[in-house]
């Protein structure tokens, strides 16, 4: 019966070629963007899910309270380390100190590469699984020791074996590669960790590390955890919550609280608000997962439209198999084999198509997603994803059409009825509301993107590059460098800076002022600049001066930006002083002598932070700053100032950054979302339009004698274009009622988490709107037209 079933409903799909080729086409577009989506979920829902032991890893993290703010992030003081081993041993299987994620240059022979990596503790390796495929599995036991992932071994050696070699790191430090292990899989929070040093020797060799071992105000570090069975999560929590504030009286007014975050919640779940977890990429995933849904859906509207809509064709075979006995549950069962055969052959054309565009969906989402094609639980998925959608798609038609009184089919009266088309109306509102609404969230997230891009960062991001200052060897050149650069035409002005202009690597507290105000827990952005600082960013002096090397006493001055003078209730900041608050180790009074407008190097979403550019003459800058000649071209100016710095440092490869384009990786999240956004709704427009096309082209062919009979009588092609068109053009007008609402709400919500947002404007729905009607036009007016300009004696002659 079964056989009989398909046969029937291939006999089908065969001779209503148009109809089936648009039911196809629209679910394997449908179900093919359903696939992406779901694969790039299942990704993002399974990072980090490689670890066997990844229930029992954790991060410290830290809560702090700043004038009734509290923000929460992994940074924590070094004296943590050991105040976790003394005292709560017991509750760790593994305690690993770890640095700050950073790029070194490796080089063994000629070969120079600039990779990204850590410094951790010896038990690292074990904790996070790495699988060794060379060497020690305990590589960070030595001093002078290092362990390469796979690729960064491929690179530098090559052929040759690795294991036993002496690289040199940035250029200064000679290192012994004891281990060898697999590359980390992308979807890994240590993806980029191309090599690992000792902890110990980072800490012996890094000159600010030395007074970091006692100080539990400087949070510069990372620490990673893995608990015992015999405890868990909240209850190491609730033990080490107050370490902390315990151990040094003066943090107590930020009360300082430490918790465990698992590893399971990093990725997705890595926002907090005023201190309490508050979602994270999360969002992202329940937005595409929603998006996805919606596609499948309308996909499946196209088939439920054009199969109820072709009813009075299907009624004439359902009044026949009926008075020849056929029960009502044959029929249902009969229709539901053709929905599954079509949503079988749209499921193999969505394969297809998944195939195809996998590797620019991947490109489009920075994603390294395979094809599971040895993976039984995505088949398995699949075939209920195939179930699910025949029934979706095919249960109302079945029922619908096995409706039908085989009395009245045979004696030729049975009509469809008044309101059998309001379904379909009703479906082709949910479908254009659907798109509608995805449309002008698309738009409104481009626009916020944009509007975040256009706010004034405060500096001249264009034509600056950064250059790392990797090793000991650039100490003491700085000035002879800034001449030698300068000279050579390639830059036009240098200074040095502690961090890089597009991030805040150091925050500081600890500082008092006359008239301070009552209560005010400081917290200052804190990066120490070299002379020409104000000069080579192009920054806006509002009041005062810049440093400048006229003024000796300029080695112990302090610019401020226009934030910090609201926040620190300055009325005439120029010869006032902020001095250290730490008796102890008190350090000279800073001079403020000069007011800077506000430069955007955090967040652009945010506002900006109260700032101290502190006077430094290069001696602890991480980043020589250079304002290429504005009078020549780039790549001039590069091959200048590369030639320059190969003089002084032929060993050392020259690596530099475009301050405006790692300005612009802030936005590549927002912007990889709004792509991906973008690509769907274009799929969603495309699959109501080809549902509507082949409604339009139902109507026509329904009409047809109609048509011919309004032609005789004297009607004009326009008047019948107006005809065909007027109820399309009425039901997306609704839909645009019903989705203009509805988006602004969702946007305006949305919106809501940005300090600087853009406005809903008007002229996103005029936009929308208009593009929908535009859309909607074409894809009726061809089949409008068609029918139009047919002639009336074709469909008249048998009249």
């Known amino acids: 019966m079964f056989k009989n079933y398909f046969k029937i409903a291939f006999r089908?799909?065969?001779?209503?070629?148009?109809?089936?080729?648009?039911?196809?086409?629209?679910?394997?577009?449908?179900?093919?963007?359903?696939?992406?989506?779901?694969?790039?979920?299942?990704?993002?829902?399974?990072?980090?899910?490689?670890?066997?032991?990844?229930?029992?890893?954790?991060?410290?993290?830290?809560?702090?309270?700043?004038?009734?703010?509290?923000?929460?992030?992994?940074?924590?003081?070094?004296?943590?380390?050991?105040?976790?081993?003394?005292?709560?041993?017991?509750?760790?299987?593994?305690?690993?100190?770890?640095?700050?994620?950073?790029?070194?240059?490796?080089?063994?022979?000629?070969?120079?590469?600039?990779?990204?990596?850590?410094?951790?503790?010896?038990?690292?390796?074990?904790?996070l699984g790495l699988d060794i495929i060379a060497g020690l599995k305990n590589g960070l036991k030595e001093k002078n020791s290092i362990m390469l992932a796979e690729s960064a071994a491929n690179t530098l050696f090559g052929n040759k074996t690795a294991l036993g070699k002496i690289i040199k790191v940035n250029s200064e430090d000679d290192l012994m590669v004891t281990a060898i292990y697999r590359d980390i899989p992308a979807n890994n929070s240590f993806s980029e960790m191309k090599y690992i040093i000792p902890w110990k020797h980072y800490v012996t060799t890094q000159e600010w590390l030395k007074w970091s071992k006692d100080n539990w105000g400087n949070n510069s570090f990372q620490l990673f955890v893995q608990i015992n069975e015999n405890t868990s999560m909240d209850v190491v929590t609730s033990k080490i919550s107050d370490i902390k504030k315990d151990a040094d009286p003066e943090l107590v007014q930020y009360n300082p609280q430490l918790f465990l975050f698992p590893m399971e919640e990093w990725h997705l779940r890595s926002d907090f608000e005023n201190g309490i977890q508050s979602g994270?990429?999360?969002?992202?995933?329940?937005?595409?997962?929603?998006?996805?849904?919606?596609?499948?859906?309308?996909?499946?509207?196209?088939?439920?439209?054009?199969?109820?809509?072709?009813?009075?064709?299907?009624?004439?075979?359902?009044?026949?198999?009926?008075?020849?006995?056929?029960?009502?549950?044959?029929?249902?069962?009969?229709?539901?084999s053709e929905s599954f055969l079509i949503v079988l052959l749209s499921f193999i054309g969505a394969l297809g198509l998944v195939l195809l565009f996998l590797n620019g969906f991947n490109h489009l989402a920075s994603k390294s997603i395979a094809f599971p094609w040895a993976n039984s639980q995505f088949w398995l998925i699949s075939l209920l994803f195939v179930i699910i959608t025949s029934i979706l798609a095919g249960s109302y038609p079945a029922l619908y059409l096995s409706s039908f009184n085989p009395v009245e089919v045979l004696k030729g009266t049975f009509k469809a009825g008044r309101y059998s088309a309001l379904p379909r109306k009703v479906l082709v509102v949910t479908q254009f509301t659907v798109s509608v609404a995805l449309i002008i969230g698309t738009l409104v997230v481009m626009n916020q993107i944009q509007f975040s891009k256009d706010r004034p960062v405060g500096y001249d991001k264009e034509g600056l590059i950064q250059i790392p200052v990797m090793s000991s060897e650039f100490v003491g050149k700085q000035d002879m460098l800034r001449e030698q650069f300068i000279a050579s035409g390639g830059a036009a002005e240098m200074a040095g800076t502690s961090g890089p202009m597009t991030n805040v690597w150091s925050n500081q507290s600890g500082f008092t002022w006359d008239d301070k105000p009552a209560g005010l827990q400081e917290d200052f952005a804190h990066t120490r600049v070299s002379y020409e600082f104000t000069e080579t960013l192009g920054l806006k002096i509002l009041e005062g001066r810049g440093f400048s090397r006229e003024f000796a006493s300029d080695s112990n001055a302090v610019l401020i930006n226009e934030t910090a003078v609201k926040y620190m209730g300055l009325i005439d900041p120029i010869g006032k002083y902020i001095r250290d608050s730490d008796i102890k180790n008190p350090n000279p009074p800073l001079e403020i002598v000069g007011v800077v407008e506000d430069m955007i190097i955090q967040s652009p979403y945010n506002p900006v932070k109260q700032a101290l550019y502190i006077f430094d003459s290069y001696n602890n800058v991480a980043f020589y700053n250079l304002r290429l000649n504005p009078e020549k071209s780039t790549s001039e100016n590069l091959a200048l100032i590369e030639g320059v710095f190969k003089r002084n440092f032929p060993n050392t490869p020259f690596y530099y950054q475009f301050v405006d384009e790692e300005y612009g990786a802030k936005f590549k999240s927002e912007e990889r979302i709004a792509s991906l956004a973008s690509v769907f709704t274009a799929l969603a427009i495309f699959i109501s339009c080809l549902g509507l096309f082949g409604l339009a082209s139902f109507v026509a062919e329904q009409r047809t004698k109609e048509i011919g009979v309004r032609k005789v009588l004297g009607a004009s092609i326009s008047q019948l274009w107006l005809l065909l068109s007027k109820d399309f053009i009425t039901l997306v007008v609704i839909a645009l009622l019903i989705a203009s609402p509805l988006a602004y709400y969702i946007m305006g919500e949305w919106l809501q988490k940005f300090n600087y947002r853009t406005p809903v404007g008007w002229d996103v729905f005029a936009i929308t709107c208009f593009g929908a009607l535009i859309i909607t036009l074409i894809t009726v007016s061809f089949q409008a037209i068609k029918a139009a300009t047919s002639n009336p004696v074709k469909s008249l002659r048998t009249e």
């Open 12 to 127: 089908n799909l065969i001779k209503n070629k148009v109809y089936s080729f648009i039911n196809i086409s629209g679910l394997a577009i449908g179900m093919a963007a359903t696939i992406l989506i779901g694969l790039w979920i299942a990704d993002e829902l399974n990072f980090n899910n490689h670890y066997e032991n990844k229930d029992s890893i954790a991060q410290i993290y830290q809560s702090q309270t700043t004038n009734d703010n509290i923000s929460t992030g992994p940074s924590i003081p070094r004296p943590l380390e050991f105040a976790l081993r003394e005292n709560y041993n017991a509750n760790f299987k593994h305690i690993v100190m770890a640095s700050w994620e950073q790029s070194r240059y490796l080089k063994f022979g000629e070969t120079n590469i600039y990779k990204s990596g850590n410094a951790m503790q010896e038990a690292a390796p074990d904790m």
């Open 280 to 336: 994270g990429r999360i969002e992202n995933v329940w937005l595409f997962g929603v998006i996805g849904v919606f596609i499948l859906l309308l996909a499946c509207i196209n088939f439920v439209n054009l199969s109820t809509a072709r009813s009075e064709k299907r009624a004439t075979e359902v009044g026949i198999r009926k008075s020849i006995g056929s029960q009502r549950s044959q029929l249902v069962l009969q229709f539901l």
